[in-house]
């Protein structure tokens, strides 16, 4: 049985992770051992309130299943999560490291980001011969940025140079357009341009290239930059980017080594960082990436993600056009099993076992669930690009037997969530394409929107049904009334000449109504409605649509799916009696019943059926009435 590794991650810092993982799967190289990566994305909701639900993927695992454990801390960014998580690793007792976050009770290990920054800010001052330096970073607190700010100052100073706080900039975050407009509104100030300019990461360097390159500013020769993370995009500008590797690759490489190596107690654990001299400081020796290549990634990239973009726009389309369920259910694993680049060749979307129950919850708004329960159930599975059999597996059991093969393998999990309530997660196979460009993070989010979309749907769906219901319904005899005849009725009877069926009916009318209000009271005339129309809906099949269709009468619309020619009119008599002979009533309560049936082919109206079975019915009634006066005169 292959060893196991968790991964607890942050989607967000793609090439971090990239680099991360790649060094982590080199080192499993033969040496069968799984890597199992729980990702997840916070985010800002549109009220402005953080979302960190994502990391409930976390709840998935349990640490004890494991032969060892890896967290990367610093990404997580979540002090809560991070400190409920170190508490349950610790409690596992595996071997275990946190990645550039020292945390209490595990193995630390980190990049050294001061030394390699260090080193290129000297090199900006003894080899360039340049003094007038300027530091941009964004404002996210983290240690990264703190030594990286820390060796800005240190080798300022080492060197006699005082730290001048008026060229220390400070922005939101470290992105490439915030920094775009910081500098572009700083060159049109016209204050003095610094002799360099030292960026806390590569996006930040790009983003003030650009604005010089906009103002003809010299790049290096009236102004150096300098960068951090070494990022391939750094390796190909004109000139390229002088920066710091922190060889993340390395400390992957060295989480493996370590776990294998089964020592529990606690490490510490440095890795380098490397200064990279290029063209941006005025190294002419710089030598950067094939541009052609680089140009044919970013249009592969371009179309990658227009073919991402349009698969979503797919996937979204199936939920809004699923009348229900089992349509929804079916159309997904359909469509999925044959259109999977994304996914990957091996994945599986794991949804909650009493997840079709929630997708026809009538609440508004769903309760916290962080949960995935004992049981998760497979919506679609799909295995060496073939669709695999859905299965219902043990939580814990993480993914299918099926797809543990030999050799050293990727698991990446994801949460599919909304808001606050979590469906469930989907996890692929050596597909690292999923972290980039945030694929998962776009894949996960609009597939739980989706989710409440199609949820939030169903629920207007059946309050309208219960609104006809309500506005359809006659409140003293339980049956429908003259609306739903309109509503109901007659979209029943189209679909009955659609599917080639005979639709039946029965016209009931109350004997003697007028003379049981005029001498024994409306109270009775409204009890003798109520027992006549109970004794239709107890006969005739539940599926039929009974309609009180004026004030003593009541017409039944069947079809013959379910009608072996019963004699119904003889039925409803016989129930009616049965009823009034427990009764004692002060009058003898009795119908005429008419019935009359409409081939498919007909070409009759619903309303012209309807005459034909009251003038059915009215024979029967003048039948009855001239027998009752035969009655009364003998008597």
């Known amino acids: 049985m292959n060893k196991k590794i968790a991964v607890l ?174 500098f572009s509104e700083f060159v049109k100030s016209g204050k003095p341009l ?105 249009l592969d990239d371009s179309s990658r993600k227009e073919g991402f973009e349009r698969h979503m726009e797919l996937l979204d389309e199936i939920f809004i056009e699923a009348a229900d369920v089992f349509t929804l259910l079916t159309n997904i694993e359909n469509y999925l099993s044959k259109e999977h680049d994304f996914e990957g060749s091996d994945f599986s979307i794991f949804m909650k076992s009493d997840w079709t129950s929630v997708l026809i919850n009538s609440a508004e708004t769903l309760p916290q669930n962080l949960s995935y329960g004992e049981q998760v159930q497979s919506i679609c599975s799909v295995m060496n690009d073939k669709k695999y059999l859905r299965e219902m597996i043990n939580t814990r059991d993480l993914l299918p037997s099926k797809m543990k093969t030999e050799g050293s393998n990727i698991f990446l999990f994801f949460p599919i969530f909304h808001h606050s309530y979590v469906h469930g997660y989907i996890v692929t196979k050596n597909n690292l394409s999923m972290l980039e460009n945030r694929y998962a993070y776009t894949w996960t989010r609009n597939v739980g929107t989706s989710i409440e979309h199609f949820r939030k749907r169903n629920m207007f769906k059946q309050m309208s049904q219960q609104y006809l219901k309500l506005s359809t319904k006659d409140a003293l005899s339980g049956m429908l009334n003259r609306q739903g005849l309109d509503k109901l009725a007659k979209p029943f009877y189209a679909q009955n000449k659609k599917n080639g069926l005979t639709t039946v009916l029965f016209f009931v009318d109350i004997n003697k109504m007028k003379h049981i209000n005029d001498q024994f009271g409306h109270l009775h005339g409204d009890l003798a409605v109520k027992t006549v129309a109970a004794a239709v809906l107890e006969t005739v099949p539940r599926n039929w649509l009974c309609i009180r269709y004026g004030g003593d009468e009541f017409l039944v619309v069947g079809n013959s799916k379910n009608y072996n020619g019963e004699d119904y009119c003889t039925q409803i008599k016989e129930r009616l009696l049965s009823k009034t002979s427990v009764m004692h009533l002060p009058y003898t309560l009795s119908a005429s019943v008419g019935t009359y049936s409409v081939p498919a082919q007909s070409d009759l109206t619903l309303e012209q059926a309807v005459e034909n079975v009251d003038n059915i019915m009215y024979e029967q009634k003048q039948a009855f009435h001239k027998e009752d006066d035969k009655k009364l005169a003998e008597n």
């Open 194 to 298: 610094p002799e360099a300019i030292v960026c806390a990461n590569d996006l930040l360097a790009m983003a003030i290239l650009k604005v010089c390159e906009e103002n003809q500013i010299s790049v290096p020769g009236k102004m150096k930059i300098i960068g951090y993370d070494n990022l391939p995009f750094v390796r190909c500008t004109n000139p390229t980017i002088s920066t710091v590797s922190n060889n993340t690759d390395k400390v992957g490489a060295y989480c493996v080594q370590k776990i294998l190596e089964g020592k529990k107690e606690l490490q510490q654990i440095k890795v380098n960082s490397t200064a990279m001299f290029r063209q941006s400081c005025g190294c002419a020796t710089g030598k950067g990436l094939d541009s052609s290549l680089v140009t044919l990634d970013l």
């Open 9 to 182: 991650a942050c989607g967000w810092s793609t090439y971090f992770l990239k680099d991360f993982i790649s060094g982590m799967r080199k080192e499993t190289e033969g040496k069968d051992v799984d890597i199992y990566i729980f990702a997840a994305y916070n985010y800002t909701e549109y009220s402005g309130f953080p979302n960190n639900n994502g990391f409930s993927i976390f709840n998935l695992i349990h640490y004890e299943d494991f032969d060892g454990i890896v967290i990367l801390a610093d990404l997580i960014n979540n002090v809560r999560i991070v400190e409920r998580e170190r508490q349950r690793i610790i409690k596992a007792g595996k071997p275990a490291y946190s990645v550039n976050k020292k945390l209490e009770g595990l193995s630390y290990i980190r990049v050294d980001n001061y030394a390699g920054y260090y080193g290129l800010i000297e090199h900006l001052i003894k080899v360039h011969n340049v003094r007038d330096i300027a530091y941009l970073s964004g404002q996210e607190n983290s240690v990264d940025m703190s030594e990286r700010y820390k060796a800005y100052v240190t080798a300022l100073k080492d060197n006699g140079i005082e730290v001048n706080q008026d060229k220390v900039f400070s922005i939101h975050t470290c992105d490439y357009h915030l920094a775009y407009h910081f």
